[in-house]
């Protein structure tokens, strides 16, 4: 069993696309949510989402993005124009709506480990399971499948936009795939940031993808979007320094 993991997509459709293409003999997809804002083809990436039969939590700016859309017609301050208003004018009704329909978490077995997809542990935060009682708890209240007895638990958050693995004990871990469409200030590096379950190994990967076309589209919101927030797009949508 080989299984895509993804996070934190932005409505960034240029590199799920360049990964989707390259990762095509996988049996499964997982995204841990975030899949619209920050971004420039919220639709698109729901489009492939859907055809790709991409297994899905909703995360925070997925929430986000249902509320704005339901206060677009309020209008929106010039100064205060941001990606999200952006993606709201371009998302349909059926769009949110697959969004609202989308669940908060997702357990599910692969061989003798059990696994809880969820996209952040607390709301309004960046904090992370550092302890096994929070594992234990957090587990308790959100596995559903079938393991019984002593077997791996593994939790999968996105969020943070930071890959990596966190072992509370040698069989309770939490690991996170990145961003496929950003990093943190902090970490230059700007490919698109995912993993691969096989069978019982996590496989860390990063992809180069070429930024061109959405820096092309940045630059045509000039004066339009919020200022720092363009911020946001001219820094993670450009090109590595050399």
């Not at 978490?105 to 550092?130: A, P």
């Amino acid at each position: 069993m080989k299984i895509l993991l993804i996070s934190d997509i932005h409505s960034n459709a240029v590199s799920l696309r360049k990964i989707l293409e390259k990762e095509k003999d996988v049996d499964k997809i997982l995204c841990a949510g975030d899949h619209v804002d920050y971004g420039l083809y919220p639709k698109e990436v729901l489009e492939l989402v859907k055809d790709y039969n991409i297994t899905s939590v909703r995360g925070n700016h997925d929430d986000h993005m249902i509320k704005i859309w339901e206060q677009i017609e309020q209008g929106v301050e010039q100064d205060e124009f941001k990606w999200i208003h952006h993606n709201a004018d371009i998302l349909g009704k059926e769009d949110i709506d697959y969004l609202k329909a989308l669940p908060k978490t997702i357990s599910f077995d692969l061989g003798n480990i059990g696994y809880v997809l969820q996209h952040q542990w607390k709301e309004n935060s960046y904090e992370t399971i550092q302890s096994q009682y929070h594992f234990d708890q957090f587990w308790k209240e959100h596995y559903t499948g079938e393991l019984q007895g002593d077997f791996e638990k593994r939790i999968i958050f996105g969020h943070t936009h930071r890959q990596g693995i966190h072992y509370v004990t040698s069989d309770k871990l939490w690991l996170n795939p990145g961003s496929v469409s950003y990093r943190r200030p902090d970490d230059p590096t700007k490919d698109a940031h995912y993993m691969v379950l096989e069978d019982e190994k996590i496989i860390f990967k990063q992809l180069p993808y070429e930024k061109a076309e959405l820096m092309n589209e940045v630059n045509k919101w000039q004066g339009i979007i919020k200022q720092k927030d363009m911020d946001v797009a001219l820094f993670f949508f450009g090109e590595d320094e050399s």
